[in-house]
């Protein structure tokens, strides 16, 4: 089990299926009633999804002193009793798999994870393995297997998630190239991300930005739990949500179709805000509207990439448009296939 996926999937469907079925009913006549139902659903399942994921994350410290505290930059996953892990370092492009030996079949369970790991590896290299045993800090010893595996092994992990970010791609209205660029270079697949900010999981969802939007748009101000957005499922949801009311809702009135992607991977990244203030020194909307129809596609690029205040966001505009450009190309290859 992933630390990323220690709240049940089945939670996870079901949140994610209360933001499905807004969709229908935000035209409907019956929306507030059917709303006050999904709100209460909702609040059930966030309730004992984060009291799920509380009592796992304390099960897990008892085993292991030595946690990964860096949740950016690695996954964790957890045997079912919790003896081994194998942690994903997404800096150092490695595998880690961790046995505790502290029983006769320890060697041999260590072993098959390793195996299994090797069967999922494209291409990996078995001099790319090594197998050390260590001394942890509370005197366990720790049977220990780096693998590094090829640059195919972390492309492929965008492959895990398509089927949930392309169903979240047509209930959202968002292109599937779009949103896969977005994880890309939010957390590289790493469903356990959170960052500094804080932002969790696959899309990075900060809680006072885009979880505070869809929760305003579509749950009637229904607070979406942090722990919630760690579930692979309901993060492409909420991400993909907020994307929908970036592109539809507050630059729906911006005419070209490309012009407003590209405002909108820069909100994404620096808020609405940040972007109408960059091109109009207000933070009107309307304004940026005005603004982003009176300008060519080109030029909003060259604003964005070369002259927009934040260094983060003109590197984050220029590397989404060439992942999306990637995934665009790869989508449509594999749905030419037979």
Not at 34 to 54: D, L, M, P
Not at 142 to 171: E, G
């Amino acid at each position: 089990m992933t630390i990323s996926r220690l709240i049940n999937k089945n939670v996870g469907l079901k949140l994610s299926a209360l933001l499905i079925a807004l969709v229908p009913l935000l035209s409907n006549a019956s929306y507030q009633d059917a709303q006050a139902t999904i709100k209460e659903q909702f609040q059930t399942q966030s309730t004992a999804n984060q009291r799920h994921y509380q009592q796992q994350v304390a099960k897990s410290k008892a085993h292991w002193a030595d946690t990964k505290t860096d949740k950016l930059r690695y996954a964790t996953y957890y045997s079912a009793d919790l003896q081994t892990r194998t942690t994903e370092d997404y800096q150092s492009k490695t595998l880690v798999i961790e046995t505790i030996d502290d029983s006769s079949t320890a060697k041999q369970a260590h072993q098959s994870q390793v195996q299994r790991q090797i069967d999922d590896i494209v291409e990996v290299q078995q001099s790319n393995t090594v197998t050390t045993e260590v001394v942890s800090r509370k005197g366990e010893r720790i049977l220990t297997t780096r693998i590094t595996p090829q640059k195919q092994y972390w492309d492929n992990k965008a492959l895990v998630y398509l089927d949930d970010i392309k169903m979240a791609a047509k209930q959202w209205q968002v292109p599937p190239s779009l949103i896969l660029a977005i994880i890309y270079n939010e957390s590289r697949f790493n469903p356990n991300a959170v960052s500094k900010a804080p932002a969790y999981g696959l899309m990075q969802i900060m809680e006072k930005s885009a979880a505070a939007d869809v929760s305003n748009f579509f749950l009637d101000g229904q607070k979406i739990p942090n722990e919630s957005l760690m579930n692979p499922i309901l993060n492409i949801q909420v991400g993909s949500a907020y994307l929908h009311i970036l592109t539809e809702k507050y630059l729906k009135d911006i005419e070209s179709e490309h012009s407003r992607l590209l405002i909108s991977i820069a909100a994404y990244n620096a808020g609405i805000g940040a972007v109408a203030k960059h091109f109009t020194k207000t933070t009107s909307i309307e304004r940026l509207r005005d603004a982003v129809n009176r300008t060519e596609f080109k030029q909003l690029y060259q604003s964005l990439t070369k002259q927009f205040p934040y260094s983060e966001t003109r590197h984050y505009v220029s590397a989404v448009v060439d992942k999306e450009h990637e995934y665009k190309k790869l989508l449509e290859s594999t749905s030419n296939q037979p």
